[in-house]
Structures are given as C-alpha cells and as structure tokens.
C-alpha cells in the first residue's frame, strides 16, 4: 500500500516541459503539506519544493525557482509540479511526500510523514 503515487516522469531535451503528479490514496491532501523531492545518482536527496496545509503557500529551491511551479488541485486529491525550461542536471529521482498540518513547508526541511515510491525523470538531448 503505497499513500502516494507519483506519475509523469519521463525522457525530454534540454529547455522541455514536463508535469509531474502527485495523487493521493487513502487519505486527502487537503490538510497536508506536499513536497517534491528529488535525488540524483551520487547525490544526497534534496527538497525540490513545496505547498503549505494552510493557505497554499509555496517554496522552492533556488535551482528550481521561476522554472518550476507547484499547485494542489483538491476536488482531485491531486499535487502537480509543473517543470519548464529543463536542464539536464534536473534528472533525477522524484519524490512527493506528505506532512500532516504542515503550514509553513518545515518538512520540506526536516522531514515528511509519507512518501511516494518516485518517478524518474531524465534531460537529455
């Protein structure tokens, strides 16, 4: 039983698109933080960005800011991380995960409750 599936991920060329899915099973996301990490070969994982349990607000990682763009769409119980402008050192492993009554994205940070198996993703000409 896996609390989150993570969907979308692919093969695209450098300067590409692609929407990662987040979609939550058993339970709502309304009341949790969604974040996306992701973890590259050889590399430790890293918080990639983040949407709050209260009002929605959103981080992200300076690597990803103004290229990337999170949202929640709950009537779908469903988080998306809308990726632009790829480059190729974004391949990686992505993961969502699940803080409950998170409302400022510290899981982000220091951990998450639950967590999606990953989806790959791969920038490559």
């Known amino acids: 039983q896996l609390p989150l599936v993570e969907s979308g991920g692919g093969l695209v060329q450098p300067g590409g698109s692609l929407r990662l899915s987040c979609a939550a099973s058993g339970f709502t996301l309304d009341y949790y933080a969604i974040g996306w990490f992701r973890q590259a070969p050889g590399k430790e994982r890293e918080g990639v960005s983040c949407?709050?349990?209260?009002?929605?607000?959103?981080y992200y990682a300076d690597s990803v800011k103004g290229r990337f763009t999170i949202s929640r769409n709950n009537a779908k119980n469903t988080v998306y991380l809308e990726m632009n402008s790829l480059k190729p050192e974004d391949t990686a492993v992505y993961y969502c995960?699940?803080?409950?009554?998170?409302?400022?994205?510290?899981?982000?940070?220091?951990?998450?409750?639950?967590w999606g198996k990953g989806t790959l993703v791969t920038v490559s000409s």
């Open positions: 949407i709050s349990s209260n009002d929605d607000s959103t």
């Open positions: 995960a699940a803080e409950l009554y998170d409302s400022s994205c510290r899981g982000l940070y220091y951990g998450m409750d639950y």
